[in-house]
């Protein structure tokens, strides 16, 4: 079912998504050659306590960590460890926050120390199309809208977006509906005022096809070409989508 959220759950998701905001700020300020990725691990922890939350990831259907850091050919859903980051990787952190009774979902992708320029293109394609498809999220637009400006962008570069995994709705569950796929027509339900989405575009390099790690969480890239991942959860208001994170 569609939720749409009370001005004074959509308040309280705005607190949440500042502190989600705020944490992926300092996670983006650590990312540098040299460091495991453990360390993200750790810091989402204690970044979140601080502020009166706990990370929304660990322990969801069984996941791991308390975010997901994907390096690499890794789209989405890879466990922090004892990777070490080195110069020119470029690495995707997603992470959600739960505070207050409600959830809020965001990711960057941050380049190591000098990255290639079709890794800077790349980055820059996945960011652009999630900012494409925030401005189609809008009163009495469809979620496809949402969708197709996502596919344009990003394939107007040279760059395909991933069809097995797709954004979605959140507030008091990580997961709600409706799905946001990053392709389509313009179809799909409309949306309405009070509801909470996370768009999170996630943007190959190559080809979109997508295959499952050994551990059975971490999704990469068939062909191995590098990908992107930027996310955003927002609000779908009279004005247009108000960006909560």
């Not at 990777?83 to 190591?112: K, P, Q």
């Not at 652009?128 to 969708?147: E, F, P």
């Not at 570069?157 to 990580?174: C, I, K, M, Q, W």
């Not at 796929?181 to 979109?208: C, D, H, Y």
Request: hydrophobic residues 40%; charged residues 25%.
């Amino acid at each position: 079912m569609i939720i749409v959220k009370s001005a004074e759950e959509v308040a309280i998701m705005r607190q949440c998504g500042r502190i989600l905001a705020h944490i992926l700020d300092i996670l983006r300020m650590e990312t540098r050659a040299g460091i495991r990725t453990e360390r993200f691990n750790v810091l989402m922890a204690e970044e979140s306590e601080k502020r009166g939350g706990r990370p929304s990831f660990k322990g969801y259907r069984g996941f791991p960590a308390n975010l997901c850091v994907s390096v690499n050919d890794e789209i989405v859903h890879g466990i922090p460890g004892e990777r070490v980051l080195r110069e020119g990787d470029i690495v995707s952190l997603d992470a959600g926050v739960f505070y207050n009774g409600f959830h809020t979902d965001a990711a960057i992708t941050v380049g190591v120390g000098n990255i290639s320029q079709q890794a800077r293109d790349l980055i820059s394609a996945a960011e652009s199309s999630l900012t494409a498809g925030i401005a189609q999220a809008k009163c009495s637009a469809r979620v496809g809208d949402v969708s197709r400006a996502i596919q344009e962008c990003v394939e107007s570069r040279g760059f395909s977006v991933v069809r097995e995994y797709t954004g979605h709705g959140v507030g008091r569950e990580l997961h709600e509906e409706p799905a946001v796929p990053n392709f389509g027509l313009g179809k799909g339900p409309l949306l309405r005022k009070g509801m909470t989405l996370a768009i999170e575009p996630m943007v190959n390099a190559s080809g979109w096809r997508t295959k499952l790690a050994p551990n059975q969480w971490t999704v990469l890239t068939a062909d191995g070409s590098l990908s992107a991942h930027f996310e955003h959860t927002v609000a779908v208001m009279d004005e247009g989508a108000e960006v909560l994170t």
